[in-house]
């Protein structure tokens, strides 16, 4: 089952287009260029992209891989 993260490794503010878009598996940019477009038409980019960043957790970090 997939769950929405913020994805650190790859943010930019938050983390949260990142996020998204490794969860819809679309290209990081297109998700950006949306926020951006939404932001600019109307401010429902802005209230949404907040409401993700507050309710979404931090992506896990995986644990390294021990080599011997």
């Known amino acids: ?3 929405l993260y913020l994805d ?3 943010k930019k503010i938050a983390g949260v287009c990142a996020g998204l878009a490794e969860y819809l598996e679309m290209d990081v940019t297109v998700i950006r260029i949306i926020f951006l477009i939404t932001l600019l038409w109307g401010g429902l ?3 949404s992209y907040v409401f993700v960043w507050a309710l979404a957790p ?3 970090i995986d644990p390294p891989v ?3």
Request: proline share 7%; glycine share 6%.
């Open 1 to 3: 089952m997939k769950k």
């Open 8 to 10: 650190t490794a790859n």
């Open 45 to 47: 980019g802005f209230w």
């Open 58 to 60: 931090a992506k896990p």
């Open 66 to 68: 021990e080599q011997q």
